[in-house]
T-cell receptor, first 113, second 113 residues
């Protein structure tokens, strides 16, 4: 059973628009939800993360919205730029347990000028 | 965050040979490191969890005799692909566990001819 489901698989957004990527998780015990950004040929880089004690976290143009009752969380990229074109992975984990991360399947974002 | 390096970044080898990939934690001592494999346009597949001073824990379906992992120090873990075959060609990425988050290396592109 896939622990974290991510959608959409791919996304095309106009420059200046809002990019939204959604994830849903199964295990209610998960307590840490990071998002990673990966450019072709590079390793994933931590973008932003949230814990379930808050419903929203914002860092610059990136915002995570978290809905604990629905077991869903999403990444919003405001004012999307061509440089944001990359693959984004959500993840979930139960902290302090050896930290195995359960990753979503990834979303390929293309921001067109 | 943590800084992680991998060496080499790219390697091409002949079928039947062995290849060693190094993963180094540059700015802190990592008790736990992870090894992932990633196919083109696919998500991260956890291969094994590497614990300093003890045997690695392999995920189901990963051949431990083929993918040898050694975590001999708190800053270095190595993955050796033994008797490599073309189907082992992939992008291999390591990560370290630091403050409940995984920080990834830049990845190693392995091509087996």
């Amino acid at each position: 059973q896939q622990q974290v489901k991510q959608s959409p698989q791919s996304l095309i957004v106009q420059k200046g628009g809002i990019s939204i990527i959604n994830c849903a998780y199964e295990n209610t015990a998960f307590d840490y939800f990071p998002w990673y950004q990966q450019f072709p040929g590079k390793g994933p880089a931590l973008l932003i993360a949230i814990r379930p004690d808050v419903s929203e976290k914002k860092e610059g143009r990136f915002t995570i919205s978290f809905n604990k009752s629905a077991k869903q969380f999403s990444l919003h990229i405001m004012d999307s730029q061509p440089g944001d074109s990359a693959t984004y992975f959500c993840a979930a984990t139960l902290s302090n347990t050896g930290n195995q991360f359960y990753f979503g399947t990834g979303t390929s974002l293309t921001v067109i000028p | 965050g943590a800084v992680v390096s991998q060496h080499p970044s790219r390697v091409i080898c002949k079928s039947g040979t062995s290849v060693k990939i190094e993963c180094r934690s540059l700015d802190f001592q990592a008790t736990t490191m992870f090894w992932y494999r990633q196919f083109p346009k696919k998500s991260l597949m956890l291969m094994a969890t590497s614990n300093e001073g003890s045997k690695a824990t392999y995920e189901q379906g990963v051949e431990k005799d083929k993918f040898l992992i050694n975590h001999a120090s708190l800053t270095l873990s190595t993955l050796t692909v033994t008797s490599a075959h073309p189907e082992d060609s992939s992008f291999y990425i390591c990560s370290v566990d630091y403050t409940d988050t995984q920080y990834f290396g830049p990845g190693t592109r392995l091509t087996v001819l």
